[in-house]
């Protein structure tokens, strides 16, 4: 089993959607949750950063964490087509590592 | 604007050639990351570094070595080129528990 298991997609919605993206993992250790977006044939690049359980909202963008269910999500409200791109959750634990786990990136596509 | 720099978009190299890939950041980071990302695989770490002169084996380090001679370089060297090692390579630097910052990716096709 992964470290952190997150579903490839492709997901394709129409615009305006409001986007459920997910990832589980499997280490409770994790206190460090991002999102990055990646563009394609671009490098990733950090949407959302959270530390332990709860919510965060940026704008469009709602990252939440939930421990006790080892689950994280990123929202996307009223997607638009330049929302387009992979998603990549990302954690590592608190202490003890230099490296993060990430998961293998969900594929969005906004349609307009 | 904080950046990591990646030396080349994109390259063509021949099956049995060493290359070199260069990374470069300006953000005094300690901690620099080489990945390779494929399709279906997502991000795999090659090799790490959490100081100058010092490396880490990552989870795919084979075929691969690193030389990081300063702080703000972390050089990636493939010793003998090969097609299963066509594939998108992306640099990352980051403090612990912070940001990790990405280079833009350098696409490298072995023929």
């Known amino acids: 089993q992964k470290e952190v298991e997150q579903d490839p997609g492709p997901l394709s919605v129409p615009e305006g959607a409001i986007v459920s993206l997910n990832c589980t993992y499997s280490n409770s250790a994790f206190q460090y949750f991002m999102w990055y977006r990646q563009y394609s044939r671009k490098g990733p690049e950090l949407l959302m950063y959270t530390y332990s359980s709860g919510n965060k909202e940026d704008g469009r963008f709602t990252a939440q964490v939930d421990k006790s269910s080892k689950y994280i999500s990123l929202f996307i409200r009223d997607s638009q087509p330049s929302d387009s791109a992979t998603y990549l959750c990302a954690m590592s634990p608190a202490s003890g590592t230099y490296k993060y786990i990430f998961g293998t990136g969900t594929r969005l596509k906004v349609l307009a | 604007d904080v950046k990591v720099t990646q030396s080349s978009r994109y390259l063509v190299k021949r099956t049995g050639e060493k290359v070199f890939l260069e990374c470069v950041q300006d953000?005094?980071?300690?901690?620099m990351f080489w990945y390779r990302q494929d399709p279906g695989l997502g991000l795999r770490l090659i090799y790490f570094?959490?100081?100058?002169?010092?490396?880490e084996k990552g989870d795919i380090p084979e075929g691969y070595s690193v030389s990081r001679e300063k702080k703000e370089r972390f050089s990636l060297i493939l010793e003998s080129a090969s097609t299963n090692q066509t594939s998108m390579y992306l640099c990352?630097?980051?403090?612990?528990?912070?940001?990790?910052?990405f280079g833009q990716g350098t696409r490298l096709t072995v023929v």
């Open positions: 570094s959490y100081d100058v002169k010092m490396k």
């Open positions: 990352a630097s980051y403090l612990q528990n912070t940001e990790a910052f």
């Open positions: 953000m005094d980071h300690e901690n």
